[in-house]
Nanobody, 124 residues
Framework: QVQLVESGGGLVQAGDSLRLSCTSSGRTFTGYAVGWFRQVPGKEREFLSTISWNGGRTYYADSVKGRFTISRDNAKNTVSLQMNSLKPEDTALYYC?????????????????WGQGTQVTVSS
């Protein structure tokens, strides 16, 4: 069993930065791709970024490309999402998920485990 826990969310102003972290308890997610998503109430969940099992391949949604950076430290069993130049439209509940595969893409659907999310609120 894998339990994912996100942290690092909060209330910031437009233009600020935040760094989200995703850690797993139980079975490690080493060897599997990890992704970040976000959701606003009443809207569909949005893919943001994914990183392959060894960090060698990353993908980003156009909405965050150039502002967000995904990274992972397998020794610490942690995947991070560095978010810069935040905008009010980035306000959402942010989730991490681990794939059933070592590599995932923006269109992957086989996400095996999900965290509970961390809220990010960006004020204008």
């Amino acid at each position: 069993q894998v339990q994912l826990v996100e942290s690092g969310g909060g209330l910031v102003q437009a233009g600020d930065s935040l760094r989200l972290s995703c850690t797993s308890s139980g079975r490690t997610f080493t060897g599997y791709a990890v992704g970040w998503f976000r959701q606003v109430p009443g809207k569909e969940r949005e893919f943001l970024s994914t990183i392959s099992w060894n960090g060698g391949r990353t993908y980003y949604a156009d909405s965050v490309k150039g502002r967000f950076t995904i990274s992972r430290d397998n020794a610490k069993n942690t995947v991070s999402l560095q978010m810069n130049s935040l905008k009010p439209e980035d306000t959402a509940l942010y989730y991490c998920a681990t794939s059933a595969r070592p590599i995932a893409t923006p269109t992957s659907v086989d996400w095996a485990y999900w965290g509970q999310g961390t809220q990010v609120t960006v004020s204008s």
